[in-house]
Structures are given as structure tokens and as C-alpha cells.
């Protein structure tokens, strides 16, 4: 089966960085995505990996190792805005189409 | 451009009536997919639309469940009689094609009691 593992919270401090890490055991593996999810909100897209390596964009970064089944999202510069959800979701390719399989999400609290 | 809208955002119904989901997807976006989250859990994959052919309903989770996209544009989501484990927030997805990411909705939190 698949399975997606993420830690169920983590605390910061603003200004700080935090990174949250993201194991996974899936077959017909297609990418790997990063969602924040506000309460009440939508998911909204923070980064995509499909080869291994860093993706940055501006305080966020995303990393995969598909050998390793693991990713994680590297936040810089905390906010107080950034105190949200996580998700950590895989891309499954299945005949020709993909769809994503979610983990629990990491909730995500930046203090003063 | 319009996001994914979800109506109603909220829905409190009581146990055996019906209820029906809508989601318009971004204009032009293909693909359209429902997801769930029930309290505690993961957001889960139901089904997934390409225009208004179904080519995944592997998640949904029984026949109490009814989902259609007529002409391929909006999609509704009708649960019929509604039981008190369906109580979840229901998203909505869409994409334009494969490799591309998927913009969710707010979502309709479903209430059954």
C-alpha cells in the first residue's frame, strides 16, 4: 500500500528556520508536492520535486531523494503568517493519469 | 483568474437525507478531481475527471456516492442517504493536463448528524 509519514507538529520561533521532513513508500512514484493550508482554506501550492536535488523559491525550499523515499520542506526567515498546515503529497502515476496521495500534515506553529 | 469555488462551504444535514456538492474548476482545467478529509485523517483521493468522462473512481467509498461532471465543466458530488461517518471536508481540485499542479478550493465541511 502506499504510505505517507510526516511529523504531527513542530514549533518555531520567528525569524528561525525549520525543516520538515516527509518519508514516503509508494509505487508509480510521479513527484512530489508541498501544500500550506491555512484553517478554513484552501491547500495551496508551495513546491513540486520530481528529480532528485533542491528546488528554492524565495524563504522556501523543497528537497527529494527518490532513492531514500524522503523529501523535505525547508522554511527560512519564519513568519508569524507561516503558522499553518503542511502537506506533504505524492504524485501516483496510474494508467496515464496521476493523482495525489496525501500525508497527515504537519501543523506548524511560529511563536513571537 | 477565478479559482476552484466550492458551494455550500458548509452543509449540516441530518443522517439519511441528501446532499449535494458543487465545484466549479478553474476555466479550461481538464482535470478535476474530489478529495476528503475526515476529522484525524488524511485527505483522501475520491475520483478524478477528465472533461466529463470518469477516469478514476477507485476512492470513492460506496454507492452512496454519486459524482458527475455534465459537459465537462462543473462537477457535483451527491452523497444519498447521507451516514454520520460521511461528516468530512470535501475539496475539489483542478489541473490542466498531467505535470502541471493541481489548485484546490476551500472546500465543503460536511456535517452529519
Known amino acids: 500500500g502506499q504510505n505517507i509519514d510526516q511529523p504531527t507538529e513542530m514549533t518555531a520561533t520567528e525569524g528561525a528556520i525549520v525543516q520538515i521532513n516527509c518519508t514516503y513508500q509508494?509505487?508509480?512514484?510521479?513527484?512530489l508536492f508541498w501544500y500550506q493550508q491555512h484553517a478554513g482554506e484552501a491547500p495551496t501550492f508551495l513546491s513540486y520535486?520530481?528529480?532528485?536535488g533542491l528546488e528554492e523559491k524565495g524563504r522556501f525550499s523543497s528537497f527529494l531523494s527518490r532513492s531514500k523515499g524522503y523529501s523535505y520542506l525547508l522554511l527560512k526567515e519564519l513568519q508569524m503568517k507561516d503558522s499553518a498546515s503542511y502537506l506533504c503529497a505524492v504524485s501516483l502515476l496510474n494508467s496515464g493519469y496521476s493523482t495525489l496521495t496525501f500525508g497527515k500534515g504537519t501543523m506548524l506553529l511560529v511563536s513571537p | 483568474e477565478a479559482g476552484v469555488t466550492q458551494f455550500p462551504s458548509h452543509s449540516v444535514i441530518e443522517k439519511g437525507q441528501t446532499v449535494t456538492l458543487r465545484c466549479d474548476p478553474i476555466?479550461?482545467?481538464?482535470?478535476l478531481y474530489w478529495y476528503r478529509r475526515v476529522m484525524g485523517k488524511e485527505i483522501k483521493f475520491l475520483l478524478h475527471f477528465v472533461k466529463e468522462s470518469k477516469q478514476d473512481e477507485s476512492g470513492m467509498p460506496n454507492n452512496r456516492f454519486l459524482a458527475e461532471r455534465t459537459g465537462g465543466t462543473y462537477s457535483t458530488l451527491k452523497v444519498q442517504p447521507a451516514e454520520l461517518e460521511d461528516s468530512g471536508v470535501y475539496f475539489c481540485a483542478s489541473s490542466p493536463g498531467q505535470g502541471y499542479g493541481y489548485t484546490f478550493g476551500s472546500g465543503t465541511r460536511l456535517t452529519v448528524v
Open positions: 476555466s479550461g482545467h481538464d482535470n
Open positions: 509508494t509505487s508509480g512514484f510521479n513527484g
Open positions: 520535486n520530481v528529480l532528485d
